[in-house]
C-alpha cells in the first residue's frame, strides 16, 4: 500500500491535505504565487522562456501555480513595459501552451487578472516605456508621475465587462482558475482607498460604493465562467497607508467578496510605494510570514477558505499556520525560485535541503535590468530552457580539485560531484561557507546563514572530499595531480595607504561582523556601501554609535532599487551619514575627513571600521590555474560580486568540466 509512503505528510498532515475549491481538487495546500518577470513579448504574448519558468515551478510538487499580472484592458490598464495582455490578438497560443507545460508537470493552472489604473498611463516600478500620456485612474490627482484623469463611468463599465472576457479566454485556453487582483495599489486599491477614492458617483463615497467596481468585475468573471469555476481574489489585509483603508476596512471588503469566490488571498500594502514594497514583499528586515495575522484575522469573518503570503519557506511554520487555522493554503512566490522543489522535498521529508530565499531582490531587480529574471540562490531561475534536463553526466570521470570553500567552490564542488566527477574540496579556514557567514552576521541576515549550512550539508552528502584547514599552494597542487582545478578563493578587503589605518582602533569589515564585540561604543565606518551600511544597521541594533563616511554621492549605490528601497530608510536610522567626504586620516580622536568643499573635521571613534570594498588577488589565481590545463575561475577570484555571480560562474563552469 501507497498510503502513507511520504515522510511529510506525517511531518505536515495539514500541509499535504488535499483541499476541494470549485471544481478542482488541490493535492496540498502550497500554491505557487504570482510572480510576473518580464520574458514576454512587446505584444503582451507569452515566450518560450516564460513557459519553461512556469513548467519549472510546477515540476516542483505545488498544488497550484500562478501566472502573475495578466492586463484585461491594455488600452488603459498596462503598468509594466512588458506585460501579458489578455486583449492582445493572438495570445491564446502562448496561453495554451502555457497551461500545457503546468498540466504536464503535475500542477493546476491560475492566472493574475489585473489592471494598473493610473499606473497605466504613469510610469511605474515595471517602467515608463511607450506611456500613452494619459493616465485613468479613480480620481483627478497630481502624482509625482504626473497626472491622473477620473476615470469615466462608462469606462468603468467597460473595464468590469473585460475581466469577464477575460477571464473566460483563460478558462478556454486551460487554465483551472482565476484570480482577481485586488491588492497592491492597482485599480481595485485605487478605488477602495479613502486617500484616493473622491468620486461621487456610484463608484465613490462609502466603502460599499468604492467597492462596487471590485464586487462588479468578480461578478462578471463569474458570469462568464460558470458556478463552480474557481476563482480567487487577492485583497489587502490593510492598507499600511495613512487614510487607507485599515485593516478593519479590509475584514469588511472580504465579507462582501465572501460567497462571491472560492480563496480569498490576504496581502498588503502597496508595489508602487517603495518604503511598502519592502512590506508586500517582505525584505529580510521582517520575520518570515510576517502578514500572516492579516489573513488570519480575515478568516475569522468570513466562510470562504483564506490563503496568505509574506516570506514563508518553512514547511514547519506553513504546517502551523493551517493546522492552528490561521489560513487553509499558503502561498510562496520567491521562495519558489530560490527552490521550485520545497513543496517536492516537504513531502520527501527533506526540509533541510531547501535552498532559502535570501530576499535579497535580485529577482525583482533583473525584471527591469534585465528584462527576465535570476535568483542570488539558485542559477538555473532564467535559464529554465536549457536546464530542462537537469546536469548532464560527466562523459569522463575526473579528478577534480576546488581551491576555496565559499559559496562559489561549494556550488561548483556539487554540481561536478552530482555529474560524477571524483571532487576534493580544500579551503583554508576551520569550516566552511566563506562570505556567506559574516555576510549573515546581522541580526535580518540569518537567510545568508542558512544557504551556507544547506550547501555545506550537499557537499557531504554529494560525496565531496573536504580538507579544511589547508592553504592550497602551487606546490600543493603540483602533489595533487588533479585533472582540473576550480579556483575559487574569494577576495580580499581593500586596505588603501590611508595614514593611521595600522592603528590598533581600526578592524576590518569582515572581523567586525564576525566579532563586533570588539567594537567599543563610537563607531566610525570607512565606506558607504553594502558592507557598510549594513554593518552599520547590524552594529547599531546592538548598541552602537555608528558614522558612515562615504565619498560617493550616495550610500548602497551598488544595490538594486528595490532592496535599496527599504535599506535607504534604516541606514539613516542606524546611522549618521556622512556622503562627499573622503577620510584624510585615522587620528587618536578618531577619524580626519573632508567634505565636498575641502572643510576638514575629525568625527570622534573608539572603533574605525574598514569597509572599503574588496579586490580580486590574480596574482594568486594565476598561479593557481596556470598549473594545470583544465582550470575554472570562479566567484569573487574572477570580478568581485554578489551571492548570485558567485552561484552561477560556479554552477556553469561545473556543467563544462
Known amino acids: 500500500m501507497g498510503i502513507c509512503k511520504y515522510k511529510g505528510k506525517q511531518l505536515y498532515p495539514h500541509l499535504f491535505s488535499p483541499l476541494r475549491i470549485g471544481n478542482i481538487k488541490m493535492k496540498n495546500r502550497i500554491i505557487c504565487a504570482p510572480t510576473s518577470p518580464s520574458m514576454i513579448t512587446t505584444e503582451g504574448h507569452m515566450t518560450p522562456e516564460m513557459i519553461a519558468y512556469l513548467e519549472r515551478k510546477a515540476q516542483g510538487g505545488a498544488a497550484v501555480v500562478t501566472y502573475g499580472e495578466s492586463i484585461v484592458h491594455s488600452k488603459t490598464g498596462k503598468s509594466h513595459d512588458k506585460q501579458l495582455q489578455l486583449d492582445s490578438y493572438g495570445v491564446r497560443q502562448g496561453l495554451t501552451e502555457t497551461t500545457r507545460a503546468i498540466h504536464d508537470a503535475g500542477a493546476l493552472a491560475n492566472i493574475q487578472l489585473s489592471h494598473g489604473g493610473m499606473y ?14 494619459v493616465a485613468w485612474g479613480v480620481s483627478d490627482m497630481e502624482m509625482p508621475q504626473g497626472h491622473v484623469k477620473e476615470m469615466p463611468t462608462e469606462m468603468v463599465y467597460e473595464i468590469i465587462e473585460s475581466y469577464g472576457k477575460g477571464a473566460l479566454l483563460c478558462k478556454e485556453v486551460g487554465f483551472d482558475m482565476v484570480q482577481v487582483h485586488a491588492a497592491h495599489g492597482w485599480l481595485f486599491s485605487q478605488f477602495l482607498s479613502p486617500t484616493w477614492n473622491k468620486r461621487t458617483d456610484e463608484f465613490g463615497g462609502s466603502l460599499e460604493n468604492r467597492a462596487r467596481f471590485f464586487i462588479k468585475s468578480v461578478e462578471a468573471v463569474r458570469k462568464a465562467c460558470g458556478p463552480k469555476f474557481p476563482i480567487e481574489v487577492r485583497i489587502n489585509g490593510d492598507d499600511f497607508l495613512e487614510g ?6 479590509c475584514i469588511e471588503v472580504a465579507k462582501m467578496v465572501d460567497g462571491k469566490c472560492d480563496l480569498i488571498n490576504v496581502s498588503c500594502g502597496n508595489h508602487e510605494d517603495p518604503s511598502m514594497f519592502q512590506r508586500t514583499h517582505p525584505s529580510a528586515f521582517f520575520p518570515h510570514g510576517v502578514n500572516v495575522y492579516l489573513g488570519a484575522e480575515i478568516k475569522k469573518h468570513v466562510k470562504t477558505p483564506i490563503a496568505t503570503v509574506g516570506s514563508l ?25 530560490a527552490d521550485p522543489d520545497l513543496p517536492k522535498k516537504a513531502l520527501l521529508g527533506q526540509a533541510d535541503d531547501i535552498t532559502p530565499c535570501l530576499r535579497c531582490y535580485e529577482c525583482f531587480g533583473a525584471t527591469g535590468e534585465l528584462e527576465m529574471v535570476k535568483c542570488s540562490a539558485n542559477p538555473i531561475i532564467g535559464q529554465e530552457m536549457q536546464a530542462r534536463f537537469g546536469v548532464e553526466p560527466a562523459q569522463e570521470k575526473k579528478k577534480v580539485l576546488v581551491v576555496g570553500g565559499g559559496p562559489a567552490g561549494m556550488e561548483a564542488a556539487i554540481t561536478a560531484a552530482q555529474r560524477g566527477h571524483d571532487v576534493t574540496l580544500v579551503e583554508k579556514q ?24 544547506v550547501l555545506e550539508k550537499r557537499v557531504y ?78 552594529w547599531h541594533h546592538e548598541g552602537h554609535d555608528c558614522t558612515i563616511i562615504e565619498m560617493k554621492p550616495e550610500v548602497a549605490m551598488e544595490c538594486n532599487s528595490f532592496y535599496r528601497g527599504g535599506l535607504l530608510p534604516r541606514i539613516y536610522d542606524a ?11 585615522v587620528t587618536e580622536e578618531g577619524v580626519l575627513v573632508c567634505d565636498a568643499d575641502g572643510k576638514e573635521s575629525v568625527i570622534e571613534a573608539d572603533s574605525v571600521v574598514c569597509a572599503l570594498g574588496f579586490k580580486s588577488e590574480y ?20 570580478k568581485v560580486g554578489k551571492v548570485y555571480d558567485a552561484m552561477s560562474t560556479a554552477y556553469y563552469a561545473a556543467c563544462r568540466v
Open 244 to 249: 487607507g483603508l485599515t485593516q478593519e476596512d
Open 313 to 337: 519557506q518553512d514547511p514547519a511554520q506553513m504546517e502551523e499556520i493551517i493546522a492552528t487555522g490561521q489560513a487553509d493554503v499558503v502561498e510562496i512566490a520567491r521562495e519558489s525560485l
Open 430 to 453: 576551520d569550516h566552511l561557507g566563506g562570505n556567506l557567514i559574516p555576510a549573515g552576521s546581522a541580526y535580518f541576515k540569518g537567510d545568508y546563514l542558512e544557504l551556507a549550512k
Open 619 to 638: 596574482e594568486k589565481v594565476d598561479a593557481l590555474s596556470d598549473i594545470v590545463d583544465e582550470y575554472y575561475i570562479i566567484g569573487d577570484c574572477q
Open 461 to 538: 552528502e554529494n560525496g565531496v572530499h573536504v580538507q579544511l584547514n589547508t592553504e592550497v599552494t602551487s606546490s600543493f597542487i603540483q602533489g595533487f595531480d588533479p585533472d582540473a582545478v576550480f579556483v575559487a578563493i574569494g577576495s580580499k578587503e581593500c586596505k588603501p595607504p590611508i595614514p593611521g589605518l595600522d592603528s590598533d582602533k581600526v578592524i576590518m569589515a569582515i572581523d567586525a561582523e564576525l566579532h563586533p564585540e570588539k567594537l567599543g561604543k563610537k563607531v566610525v565606518i570607512m565606506g558607504g556601501g553594502l558592507v557598510g551600511c549594513e554593518g552599520a544597521i547590524g
Open 575 to 585: 546611522a549618521t551619514v556622512m556622503c562627499n567626504t573622503s577620510v584624510k586620516a
Open 120 to 133: 497605466g498611463g504613469l510610469a511605474s516600478v515595471g517602467g515608463g516605456h511607450d506611456k500613452s500620456g
